[in-house]
């Protein structure tokens, strides 16, 4: 997606933080911008500094499908058409999984992984019929790709929404709209303050959350991660990675598994990978041709 200025975007999480960074950042290059997020005042104190025509507040459940459809036609109606989506909403915290509240851990995974499939259910089926470059960004995390204890809920909602963006990469492959997998380590924001506000507001939920907050005072600079986001967006990268300290241990986790395969693996069996690959080829294409996509 070249061309930003003019255009509209959609940022979930838009309160504080990463999303509030997102929204001053495509604001500078000249983008309408629909900032959502659960708590309506914290959107609504952003979208004070700019004019009502480039910046709107909604309040959004990124978990109420019914509530994304509402603000999607919102949004479009004030702004114009949404050609980018950036799916920023997240919480976490950490616990062990032995103490986890299963109303937390449920919480996490629906705002984390099943927010992001929704907003992507809602507005990807009008980006692909008007056929106009556009653009979805996932704010993963390295917790996606590495998984660390106290932290299930965030380690599991990060690995599906890595799989989700995998999944749509192959489905929009050589299409109009791009897709973006963001992978950060560490951002200097509220992250965890935040995260355990919403979780107690949303479950009532009293488990005892490990103290990382800590970790995000001294994190990278919103703003800086926001710079390297815009620059993937445009040259429609995807893989978007900001921290080059975790290089060591994604390598090391990504040696571990490939020796693992010689160790418990059937050398014997043979996948038919040609057939795999065109079933799959096969039921996108009908997937397609009965959507109307060509």
């Not at 009008?126 to 056929?131: E, F, N, V």
């Not at 809920?153 to 890595?162: F, G, I, M, P, Q």
Request: some cysteine; aromatic content about 6%; proline content about 3%.
């Amino acid at each position: 997606m070249k061309i930003l200025e003019g255009r509209t975007a959609l940022i979930t999480g838009a309160g504080g933080g990463l999303g509030t960074a997102f929204v001053r950042a495509l604001v500078a290059e000249g983008m309408n911008v629909a900032a959502t997020d659960l708590d309506l005042g914290r959107a609504e104190a952003v979208a004070a500094d700019y004019p009502a025509d480039r910046v709107r507040p909604f309040h959004l459940d990124v978990t109420d499908f019914a509530e994304w459809a509402r603000v999607a036609d919102e949004a479009e109606a004030a702004l114009g058409q949404i050609r980018l989506f950036v799916s920023n909403a997240g919480i976490g915290a950490g616990c062990i999984v032995a103490e986890d509240d299963p109303r937390r851990w449920k919480l996490v995974l629906d705002v984390n992984a099943y927010g992001p499939f929704l907003g992507c259910r809602t507005l990807l089926p009008r980006m692909l019929k008007r056929g106009d470059d556009s653009h979805i960004v996932f704010m993963a995390s390295m917790a996606g790709l590495l998984s660390n204890p106290s932290l299930s809920s965030y380690d599991a909602s990060k690995h599906a929404l890595v799989g989700l963006a995998g999944s749509l990469r192959g489905e929009l492959a050589d299409g109009p709209v791009g897709v973006s997998l963001v992978l950060p380590g560490v951002i200097a924001t509220e992250f965890t303050k935040l995260s355990q506000e919403v979780i107690g507001r949303v479950t009532g939920s009293t488990t005892r959350a490990q103290n990382v907050g800590a970790l995000h005072q001294s994190g990278m600079d919103p703003n800086a991660v926001v710079r390297r986001v815009i620059a993937a967006i445009k040259a429609r990268e995807y893989y978007v990675f900001t921290h080059a300290d975790w290089r060591d241990r994604l390598q090391a986790a990504h040696d571990e598994r490939i020796a693992a395969i010689g160790d418990s693996a059937d050398p014997d069996w043979i996948d038919s990978f040609a057939g795999l690959d065109a079933a799959i080829r096969k039921n996108l294409e009908e997937a397609k041709l009965a959507s109307g996509q060509s």
